[in-house]
């Protein structure tokens, strides 16, 4: 698609270019054919801008750099400018990310990276446009593709010998902050991978070190970075101590801990962990949740301003506008979280608020053929991707574990059929998009092997086994894990190592992937514990011993409801 005339005009988020005074805009442009086909032609190298709608720095980089006049009368001569929201293109993202947001990445007309940054000052910038500029196209085709054929890292042979589980416990204790909990020392983000094994090993183990790691880490996040006047937790903290937070809230990080508190307060229980997961749910419910459509939206803008403000001038004060958008995974993850808060605290509300979204985004977002799409309302082709799968796999898993409804079972069957043959990998493990997206438009996306999305597939592999008694489930749970011990915990995902930069920081940091890992191989090594319960679904003592299933916290725990009026086999 060519660009519109307004695109020349948006900032991030919509902010209005032509506000700031200048004389032109950058002429903006979508990821599309168009766009390579004119740097093919003009010879020009396209500058591709990754931004976020709750992104500070991202506003920040279009008050600065992308209003200096000098730097627009560059792009718009020299470049083919292209800039694409992260979190509506997440394939893109993780392919060109330089390390945080926004990201500034330089390509030559078959997508392969010339130069990156993130945020980039006014003067910089200019020197790396006029260098690039200078330099193009004769430089193109020595830079960028070596590096993207770079293997994936191999498992050294002093390791192999050592656990799965061995491996990523002693990266978590080397990474651990004794003094205010998590992982790493700055920026400190909220580890719910790595506590939620933690917590699994205490539950099964009782070694109490296990749980002295999570608690306080929970403490921790709990005092720096949970907003206690709005609510809901904030993505993440500039310092050490949690206590200088980044003040963006997302739909993925609150469903995230609501369910990482819940769990921590099933375990403990600790009334504060109580508190928090409730207030965390609360905020999801009444800020990011649409009544209206019954979906979630996406994230909360990061207005500084605002949240420094005292609380008695808050509620009189302009609440930081919300993204509408809605995406089907984070979707199904609030979903997950919203039966879990049921599960645990008993109020029905919420497994209405989360049947209601899975229904619509089964009714909206699913084709038999192709799986679900990411965007939900958006028009035209997008990516089918392996993460907005599997997180409706696990949540449509949940809802059938928490009501007994066979309905939610069978769509799981289906959702796991579209993976195994549009995601699956020939020699194991499954892709992060499905083969047709390989080549959508725009340039050729090389298709890569995630740890986190395949640890969770596997995990919820491993429960349809114990449901269904279907052994073929189990070998792909095995499948989608075991080519991973050659990279977990150095890294987060096989394929190109110019890809997914912030995906590897993050993993260094603090290991949301080789944590997830190592969960579902502690599930695989161990087992689940499957709960069955058998008598009427309508029976008080039938739905009685449901909810108690439903409230203790045990790791790997399958529910299975057998109704014998219906249940024959």
Known sequence: MSPSTDSTSKGFGGSDLT???????????????????????????????????????????????????????????????????????????RRYNQGGFPSVAILDDQGALIAG????????????????????????????????????PQRPAAETGASPDDRVLRRLEEIYDPEFGGFGLEPKQPPWEGLRFLL???????????????????DGMMAGLYDRKDQGFFRY???RDWKVPHYEKMLVTNANLADLFLEAYQITPKRAYKEVATGTIAYLAGTLHDRS????????????DYYRLPWKDRDAAEKPTVDRTSYVGWNALAASTFIKSYGVLGDESNLRVASRVLELLWSNSWDDTLGFRHVIGATGEQ???????????????????????????????????????RFAAADGGYYDIAASDATPTGAPIVRERPVQENAWLAESLAVM???????????????????????????????????????????????????????????????????????????????????????????YRVVQSLDPGQDRE
């Open 19 to 93: 506000t700031l005074g200048e004389p032109e805009a950058i002429r903006w442009r979508e990821w599309d054919d168009d766009s390579f086909t004119a740097s093919r032609q003009e010879q020009k190298p396209l500058l591709l801008t990754l931004s976020a709608t709750w992104c500070h720095w991202c506003h920040v980089l279009d008050e600065t750099s992308y209003a200096d006049p000098r730097v627009i009368q560059v792009i718009n001569s020299d470049f083919i400018p292209v800039r694409v929201d992260v979190d509506r293109r997440p394939d893109i993202s």
């Open 237 to 239: 903290s500039v310092s």
């Open 293 to 304: 459509s019954g979906l979630f939206y996406s994230s909360q803008d990061a207005w500084e």
């Open 117 to 152: 940054r993130v945020y980039v000052p006014p003067e910089e910038m200019l020197g790396l446009l006029e260098q690039v500029s200078a330099d193009y196209p004769a430089s193109a085709a020595s830079l960028g593709r070596e590096e993207e054929l770079e293997p994936s």
């Open 465 to 555: 086994a114990c449901l269904t008694g279907n052994e073929d489930y189990q070998n792909r749970a095995s499948d989608a894990l075991e080519i991973f011990e050659i990279v977990v915990p150095d890294s987060s995902f096989l394929g190109p190592r110019q890809s997914r930069r912030v995906e590897e920081d993050e993993e260094r940091l603090f290991m949301p992937a080789g944590s997830a890992w190592a969960r579902a191989r502690h599930l695989m090594s161990s087992g689940p514990v499957h709960l069955v319960i058998v008598g009427s679904a309508e029976h008080p003592q039938t739905k009685k011993l449901l909810r108690a299933a439903l409230k203790t916290y045990v790791p």
């Open 200 to 218: 699994a090993l205490y539950s099964r183990s009782g070694e109490k070190p296990y749980l002295k790691l999570a608690v306080d880490s929970l």
């Open 383 to 421: 990516p089918r991707i392996l993460e907005d799968q599997v997180m409706f796999l696990r949540a449509t898993l949940d809802l059938h574990q928490a009501t007994g409804e066979e309905m939610h079972l069978q769509r799981a069957v289906d959702v796991a059929d579209i993976i195994q043959v």
